[in-house]
């Protein structure tokens, strides 16, 4: 099942980052290192894809927090299989306000500074 990470502010998506592989490989590590983690509780083994997606998330909900007036929200949704990043952006495109509020229904909110005043906005 497709995971993405989805950006967007009161002018339309931002950002969409497939995030599948990336929370494949982590969860692969975390059942690999399990054994190491036993054996030696006082060192944690290094994620790197947990650490990556981490960053990812961080360095975008640091630009919403210096850009509010554009009213961010940062979602994690799990599409249909089938469903590419592409598809995504074209939704995007096409319905934006349709994409956002089913993206709000089905998605895990990371970051929202959603404004509900419509004046100038393509997505509220």
């Not at 990336?22 to 975390?30: A, L, W, Y």
């Not at 994690?76 to 074209?90: P, R, W």
Request: charged fraction near 35%; include cysteine; charge should be negative.
């Amino acid at each position: 099942m497709p995971k993405f990470i989805l950006s967007w502010d009161c002018y339309g998506l931002e950002a969409c980052v497939d995030i599948t592989d990336d929370v494949e490989r982590g969860n692969d590590f975390e059942r690999e290192s399990l054994f190491e983690r036993i054996k030696d509780p006082e060192t944690e083994p290094h994620n790197e894809y947990v650490a990556k997606l981490n960053k990812m998330v961080h360095m975008m909900q640091l630009r919403a927090r210096f850009n509010p007036q554009r009213n961010y929200e940062i979602y994690m949704i799990d599409a249909t299989d089938g469903v590419s990043k592409e598809d995504i952006e074209q939704w995007f495109e096409d319905s934006p306000q349709a994409a956002a509020d089913r993206c709000r229904e089905i998605g895990t909110q990371l970051l929202s500074h959603r404004e509900t005043n419509p004046e100038r906005r393509v997505i509220t």
